[in-house]
């Protein structure tokens, strides 16, 4: 069955860096686009970023573009997310999702990501 | 940027029925997808495509989608149904996905 398991979260001071991935198992990886969406406390989800199947296209939300970017790894199945220049209001729990057509069709558990001195 | 608005809270006596809105510009012409995200637990497609269902989600859950407005509708809704419902579209003019701001939906 399909799964998507992140991890690289944790507690780091405003301005650092954390580097995030999602390894994936279950379907042919390279088939798919993936996704970071994220839902910071009481608040709703947020889509981060995507990535194309092969090529590598990206796009990101406006509220980390320029300091996270997305990359995968198709031979090793993982999807990653280097966050730089962490903010508090980056605070949140991540989710690797899968897509398909644009649907989300699989989530990972998420990890959490607190920005804090 | 491409805004979706949902309702912050729906109450439903059980075996009821729940209407959960999703409101953006012509949101009729773009593909509205619906996700159901409990405590602890990823989030679950409930429905995508505007009133598709994906296998193992009940047929108590249906949508659709016209003019300004798309719609998530559980039929006789049981306490297991209580959680928040988020609606997502994609935003093909600026080439980002959008997430309504959530409804909790609460069994009375």
């Known amino acids: 069955q399909v799964q998507l398991v992140e991890s690289g979260g944790g507690l780091v001071k405003p301005g650092g860096s954390l580097r995030l991935s999602c390894a994936a198992s279950?379907?042919?990886?390279?088939?798919?686009?993936m996704n970071w969406i994220r839902q910071a406390p009481g608040k709703g989800l947020e889509w981060i970023s995507f990535?194309?199947?092969?090529?590598?296209?990206?796009n990101y939300a406006d509220s980390v573009k320029g300091r996270f970017t997305i990359s995968r790894d198709n031979a090793k199945n993982s999807l990653f997310l280097q966050m730089n220049g962490l903010r508090a209001e980056d605070t949140a729990i991540y989710f690797c999702?899968?897509?398909?057509?644009?649907?989300?069709?699989?989530w990972g558990q998420g990890t959490l990501v607190t920005v804090s001195s | 940027s491409y805004v979706l608005t949902q309702p912050a809270s729906v109450s439903v006596a059980p075996g009821k029925t729940a209407k959960i809105t999703c409101g953006g510009n012509?949101?009729?012409?773009?593909?509205v997808h619906w996700y159901q995200r409990k405590p602890g637990q990823a989030p679950v497609l409930v429905i995508y495509?505007?009133?598709d269902r994906p296998s193992g989600i009940p047929e108590r859950f249906s949508g659709s989608s016209s003019g300004n407005t798309a719609t998530l509708t559980i039929s006789r809704v049981e306490a297991g149904d209580e959680a928040d419902y988020y609606c997502?579209?994609?935003?093909?003019?600026?080439?980002?996905?959008?997430f309504g701001g959530g409804t909790k939906l609460t069994v009375l």
């Open positions: 999702a899968r897509a398909s057509n644009g649907v989300y069709d699989s």
């Open positions: 279950g379907f042919t990886f390279s088939d798919y686009y």
């Open positions: 990535i194309s199947r092969i090529n590598g296209d990206t």
């Open positions: 012509n949101i009729g012409t773009k593909g």
């Open positions: 495509y505007d009133a």
């Open positions: 997502q579209v994609w935003d093909s003019s600026s080439d980002q996905s959008v």
